[in-house]
């Protein structure tokens, strides 16, 4: 693990400490890694390998080719 010494304003010090309370973290360690965690999840999905995998195995696929809905419909059984 890595340690980091960091100055943080006032007023981020303050979500800090809301955030650890919510949460019942034992520290600001805790709550800065919460929040560094769920902005993880917010990034483009793009930039994550198991979308990038998951794309690589859509373009894979073959398709059915069909000229109008109701030509879709048979196929599907609908």
């Not at 100055?7 to 560094?36: C, S, W, Y």
Request: proline share 5%; aromatic share 6%.
């Amino acid at each position: 693990m890595v340690k980091a010494t960091i100055e943080i304003p006032e007023r981020e010090n303050r979500i800090l400490n809301i955030v650890k309370g919510q949460h019942g973290f034992k520290n600001r360690d805790q709550a800065l890694i919460f929040l560094i965690q769920e902005y993880e999840q917010s990034l483009e999905p793009e930039l994550r390998p198991e979308y990038v995998k998951k794309l690589t195995q859509i373009d894979k696929q073959k398709g059915v080719p069909f000229k109008s809905i109701e030509e879709l419909r048979k196929l599907t059984g609908e």
